[in-house]
């Protein structure tokens, strides 16, 4: 908790005024959302904006980054059995048959807490941008800066093959459904309508840790999405090649765009009946004297030696490293962020599209590790991963079908690595794990208890983790212990 605060409770905040607003005026927050961070990140006419020097947060600085993978990843090739009985059945025509690995091929782990079991990951997941192999995710794995995380799903509350094929037990609306899924992850609530997403009641928790309110502490580098939607914190977006800006305007009062900016000054300023007129001339005002700020602040930063690699992931995440570089010139003790990379529904063509995922994936995460490593602040930053659902165990040709369960990792200097949380999948086709007939795991860890872990991390107590997660108290372990 903050030393400053040793009594705050977040749990007594009211939430209220800002919530009436976004209730209210939500296609107007939507469309600010983009202005409030214009120009946050590059100008077009001054290039790319770069990080403040390594060293500049303070000790008690967080920042969380949710990467999602759209579309359900198939990670039953992220981690595959590498003892000679778990690959004979792994790769066998009742197995993953097509689109199994060859074994020559996957990096061999040595988890620090084995199940009798032997894992190896992904060929790809060892790419770096500097293509040396040497700093991918493999290399932070061994290096005890990732986790993986087994078999984590949606779920309302533990169950069993026989629960699930009885129907015993209340199970999450629409399984199998893209958009459902992708809600129920990133709401953690299953059982209920949407109503917020576990990021955004995370971020009205602890936003009191923040000294400066007109920046959020929420930004998605990818458009608007479920997680950072919050009762009091509004999530803002950002481009992850440059700035939202308005076009044709300028402060340079000679020119053209200099007169269109001062009438458009003039028309923010003038008096208005209209409360909603009002309030989006207020809102807006505030959107563009914020993003001069943040450009002002930004511009003037030096470069990162780090490199990213040139993709929409590379560029989302070199730019969440920006902003963590600049939350204490913002005023931001706590910042969550968002990312998101697609492509990942892949009921064909699945070897080849994979590898090229992976390889994205691998080479900007750690390149976001090494950043922090840069600003002095790996300790400090924790990013995960998190997809719709996993995909069956079985091929359907030369792709997968909708799954349930799915493996993830987790990386950043506080991460307990090198090992695997959670219990990994019994990987029989209709054994003991098995929702179908096909390898649909049935999750042995919910998303509740994996984000609960990480909530924690980031400052939440015990107590007020049932703010964050309602349906915590029905799961065994709300701390898996990665972090």
């Known amino acids: 908790m903050n030393p400053k605060n040793p009594s705050f409770d977040p749990q007594r905040r009211k939430f209220l005024g800002s919530c009436c607003a976004a209730v209210g005026a939500t296609g107007m927050l939507s469309t600010l959302a983009h202005l409030r961070l214009m120009g946050a990140v590059a100008s077009p006419d001054n290039g790319p904006v770069t990080p403040p020097r390594a060293g500049a947060l303070p000790a008690d600085y967080k920042a969380l980054v949710c990467l999602f993978l759209a579309g359900g990843n198939d990670a039953n090739n992220m981690i595959v059995p590498f003892d000679s009985a778990?690959?004979?059945?792994?790769?066998?025509?009742?197995?993953?048959?097509?689109?199994?690995?060859?074994?020559?091929?996957?990096l061999g782990i040595t988890p620090k807490t084995g199940d009798g079991r032997g894992w190896a990951l992904h060929s790809s997941l060892n790419s770096?941008?500097?293509?040396?192999?040497?700093?991918?995710?493999?290399?932070?794995?061994?290096?005890?800066?990732m986790a993986l995380i087994?078999?984590?799903?949606?779920?309302?509350?533990?169950?069993?093959?026989?629960?699930?094929?009885?129907?015993?037990?209340?199970?999450?609306?629409?399984?199998?459904?893209?958009?459902?899924?992708?809600?129920?992850?990133?709401?953690?609530?299953?059982?209920?309508?949407?109503?917020?997403?576990?990021?955004?009641?995370l971020a009205d928790l602890t936003d009191a840790f923040n000294t400066n309110n007109s920046v959020s502490m929420s930004i998605s580098l990818n458009g608007q999405n479920s997680f950072q939607v919050g009762k009091q914190v509004v999530q803002f977006s950002v481009?992850?090649?440059?700035?939202?800006?308005?076009?044709?305007?300028?402060?340079?009062?000679?020119?053209?765009?200099?007169?269109?900016?001062?009438?458009?000054?003039?028309?923010?300023?003038?008096?208005?009946?209209?409360?909603?007129?009002?309030?989006?001339?207020?809102?807006?005002?505030?959107?563009?004297?914020?993003?001069?700020?943040?450009?002002?602040?930004?511009?003037?930063?030096?470069?990162?030696?780090?490199?990213?690699?040139?993709?929409s992931l590379g560029q989302q995440l070199r730019t969440i490293a920006r902003l963590i570089a600049a939350g204490p010139q913002l005023g931001l003790k706590r910042q969550i962020f968002f990312a998101r990379i697609g492509g990942w529904d892949l009921h064909d063509a699945q070897l080849p599209a994979h590898a090229t995922l992976f390889a994205d994936v691998s080479r900007n995460v750690s390149a976001l590790y090494r950043a922090t490593v840069e600003l002095g602040a790996a300790d400090q930053v924790t990013m995960f991963t998190s997809s719709d659902f996993g995909r069956t165990f079985?091929?359907?040709?030369?792709?997968?079908?909708?799954g349930w369960g799915s493996n993830h990792f987790v990386v950043g200097g506080a991460v307990k690595g090198g090992d695997i949380y959670g219990r990994m999948a019994d990987l029989t086709i209709r054994g003991p794990d098995d929702a179908s007939t096909r390898g649909s795991w049935i999750p042995t860890t919910s998303v509740d208890e994996y984000a609960a872990t990480l909530a924690t991390w980031f400052g939440v107590s015990a107590t007020n983790l049932p703010v964050v997660f309602p349906n915590i108290g029905r799961f065994a372990k709300p701390n898996l212990g990665f972090a």
């Open 150 to 201: 087994g078999n984590v799903g949606t779920l309302v509350v533990p169950t069993t093959k026989a629960q699930y094929t009885a129907r015993s037990v209340p199970l999450p609306p629409q399984l199998f459904s893209h958009n459902d899924q992708q809600v129920e992850w990133q709401s953690s609530v299953p059982d209920k309508p949407f109503a917020t997403g576990w990021g955004g009641r």
């Open 86 to 106: 778990g690959y004979a059945a792994y790769s066998s025509a009742a197995g993953r048959g097509a689109i199994a690995l060859p074994r020559a091929q996957l």
């Open 128 to 145: 770096d941008v500097a293509n040396t192999n040497t700093t991918g995710l493999k290399s932070l794995f061994d290096a005890s800066k």
């Open 239 to 311: 481009s992850p090649n440059g700035a939202i800006a308005l076009s044709g305007s300028s402060t340079n009062a000679a020119t053209a765009a200099g007169l269109r900016t001062r009438a458009q000054n003039d028309l923010l300023a003038m008096g208005n009946g209209n409360l909603f007129e009002t309030a989006f001339a207020g809102l807006t005002t505030s959107a563009i004297s914020e993003s001069a700020m943040l450009s002002g602040i930004l511009s003037a930063n030096p470069p990162f030696a780090t490199a990213f690699s040139n993709t």
């Open 394 to 402: 079985n091929t359907n040709g030369d792709g997968s079908d909708h």
